[in-house]
C-alpha cells in the first residue's frame, strides 16, 4: 500500500510539527498523535528515545490540548502564552497537565505504570525502523505515472533461526538476572519524586529468557538485513516535497511487532521555462509593440508540445491567457488537470532603426498622446 503522509518535524518549535497534526486537527487527534510521539521519544526508549524532544512535546500538548491556550498560541504564538503557565508541564514548572494522557506510555517502558507493579512482563512486541529513500524526477516527469526500482536492506526475520534467535530450542533457557519474570525492581527518580518500579530486565529486555547458543547468521537477534529490489509507482501530479509511504516494508518489529515503514521523499527538479504552483503551470512569452496592438497567433510551448494562443488587438502587457486542462494532472485525481497560465509581456525596444524611428514618430502625432494618463 501506498499513501501520502504527513512526517512529523520532531526539530521544529511549531506545536502542530511537532506533534505532526495540522491546525484543524480535533482534540482526540492531537491527543493520539502525542501519546505516539511520546512513546516513541521517551527518554526510556533506548532505540528512539530523546529527553529534549520528550519535553519539547509534553509542552506542545499541554498548550493544544487546552481550548484557551490553544487559541492563544494560533493568534500570537508562543510569546502569547507568557505569564498564564505557557511551556507546559515541561515548561515553566510542572503542573499535572496531560499526565495521566501518558498511563500507557510509561507503562509500555515500566512494564504496568506507576507503583510497586508485580507480576512476569510479557516479551513488548515493538514496532520496526522506518527508513527513507530519496526519488529524484525531472519536472516533465512528473506529467505521468513512473516506475522506478529502489533498493532497500530492511531487517527480516532470521531464516536460519525462524526469528527465534538459537540455534535450537532447548538453547533458550530462563534469564539469570530475572529468574524469568522479565522485570528487576528500581527505583525511578521522576518529577513526582523517587518511585519503586518494575522495570524491563536489561540482560533479556522483558523477554525472562537467555540464548547459550546464538543463531549464527543473526548474532541471536533473531532479525538480520536482507537486500531488496522493489519497484514503486509514483503517481502523475506527484509534486515537489511529497512523501509516499510504503506500509509495513521498513525493518521487522521486535517479538512479532509491526514492522516499520519506507517514506519516499520525492524531489522534482524545476524548468527553465515553467514554473508550478499546485496543479497550475505558468509561463511567460515576449511580443512587441505592433503584435499587442493589432493582434497576432503565436506557438507558446507546454507540458505537452506546442499550443497556438491569440494575442487580441489590444493587449497589453502583464494580460494572463489561461490554457484550460494543459496543467499537471492533481494528484489523486489523475483524470483532472490544473490549467496553464500564460503572462503577455509587451517589449519596448531599447533602439530604433531611423525608418523604424519615423513610423512611430508618426503614429505619435496620430495617436496625439491618447495612450498616455497622468
Not at 46 to 56: L, Y
Amino acid at each position: 500500500m501506498i499513501e501520502f503522509y504527513s512526517v512529523v518535524t520532531v526539530n521544529s518549535e511549531d506545536y502542530y510539527e511537532l506533534l505532526g497534526v495540522s491546525r484543524e486537527a480535533s482534540e482526540k487527534d492531537i491527543k493520539s498523535a502525542y501519546k505516539k510521539a511520546a512513546r516513541k521519544h521517551h527518554p526510556d526508549n533506548t532505540e528512539t528515545g530523546s529527553e529534549d524532544t520528550f519535553k519539547k512535546l509534553g509542552e506542545a500538548y499541554d498548550v493544544l490540548k487546552d481550548p484557551q491556550k490553544k487559541t492563544i498560541y494560533d493568534q500570537y504564538g508562543k510569546d502569547g502564552l507568557k505569564g498564564m503557565g505557557g511551556g507546559g508541564a515541561y515548561g515553566g514548572g510542572f503542573n499535572g497537565a496531560g499526565f495521566e494522557d501518558l498511563s500507557d506510555v510509561f507503562s509500555s517502558f515500566f512494564g504496568g505504570g506507576f507503583g510497586a507493579g508485580g507480576g512476569r512482563a510479557r516479551s513488548r512486541a515493538r514496532q520496526g525502523h522506518d527508513h527513507s529513500v530519496d526519488i529524484r524526477l525531472d519536472f516533465l516527469d512528473a506529467i505521468k505515472e513512473h516506475k522506478k526500482k529502489i533498493r532497500l536492506n530492511p531487517l527480516k526475520s532470521c531464516k536460519a533461526c525462524g526469528g527465534k534467535g538459537a540455534e535450537k530450542d532447548t538453547d533458550i533457557v530462563t534469564c539469570s538476572t530475572c529468574r524469568g519474570a522479565g522485570q528487576v525492581s528500581t527505583v525511578q527518580n521522576t518529577i513526582l519524586g523517587q518511585i519503586r518500579q518494575a522495570t524491563t530486565c536489561p540482560s533479556c529486555n522483558g523477554t525472562g529468557s537467555e540464548i547459550k547458543n546464538p543463531c549464527k547468521p543473526c548474532k541471536g537477534k533473531g532479525l538480520k538485513r536482507e537486500d531488496q529490489e522493489v519497484e514503486v509507482t509514483i503517481p502523475s501530479g506527484v509534486y515537489d516535497g511529497a512523501t509516499m509511504r510504503l506500509t509495513g516494508m521498513g525493518d521487522a518489529g521486535a517479538h512479532g511487532g509491526p514492522s516499520g515503514d519506507i517514506y519516499l521523499q520525492i524531489h522534482v527538479g524545476n524548468h527553465k521555462n515553467f514554473e508550478r504552483e499546485d496543479a497550475n503551470v505558468f509561463s511567460q512569452v515576449n511580443i512587441g509593440f505592433p503584435d499587442a496592438a493589432l493582434g497576432t497567433e503565436l506557438e507558446v510551448p507546454t507540458l505537452r508540445g506546442t499550443e497556438k494562443i491569440k494575442i487580441n488587438q489590444g493587449t497589453q502587457s502583464g494580460e494572463v491567457i489561461n490554457l484550460k486542462k494543459l496543467g499537471f494532472p492533481m494528484i489523486n485525481r489523475p483524470s483532472n488537470n490544473g490549467d496553464h497560465f500564460v503572462k503577455i509581456n509587451v517589449v519596448t525596444p531599447r533602439s530604433l532603426k531611423s525608418k523604424e524611428k519615423d513610423l512611430l514618430q508618426e503614429l505619435q502625432k496620430l495617436r496625439q498622446d491618447k495612450d498616455t494618463q497622468v
